[in-house]
Nanobody, 124 residues
Framework: QVQLVESGGGLAQPGGSLGLSCPAS????????MSWARQAPGKGLEWVSG????????YYADSVKGRFTISRDNAKNTLYLQMNSLKPEDTALYYC?????????????????WGQGTQVTVSS
């Protein structure tokens, strides 16, 4: 079955960096777009970034553009998110999600499989 397992979350200071990973299994990883989304305490699910199945194009929410970088290694079936210049408002539970097709969609409700999430806390 499809499995997505996020890791790499933790505590960072404002201005600091964290890197998230999401190894995937149970489906042909290189055939599907992938995204990261997050949910802050008391708020709804927010799409953060997405990448085409072949890695040829990436997309970012305005709130993270210029600070976060999404990437994928199709040989290792793994999705990544490098987060730099972190802000307290980046504090959230971060999820990786599989799209039902090869191109990026920004509506989290359209994704068909999700990981369990990894907590990112930005605080001094």
């Amino acid at each position: 079955q499809v499995q997505l397992v996020e890791s790499g979350g933790g505590l960072a200071q404002p201005g600091g960096s964290l890197g998230l990973s999401c190894p995937a299994s149970g489906f042909p990883f290189s055939s599907y777009a992938m995204s990261w989304a997050r949910q802050a305490p008391g708020k709804g699910l927010e799409w953060v970034s997405g990448i085409y199945s072949d890695g040829s194009d990436t997309y970012y929410a305005d709130s993270v553009k210029g600070r976060f970088t999404i990437s994928r290694d199709n040989a290792k079936n793994t999705l990544y998110l490098q987060m730099n210049s972190l802000k307290p408002e980046d504090t959230a539970l971060y999820y990786c999600a599989k799209a039902p097709w090869s191109t990026v969609i920004t509506d989290p409700l359209e994704y068909d499989y999700w990981g369990q999430g990894t907590q990112v806390t930005v605080s001094s």
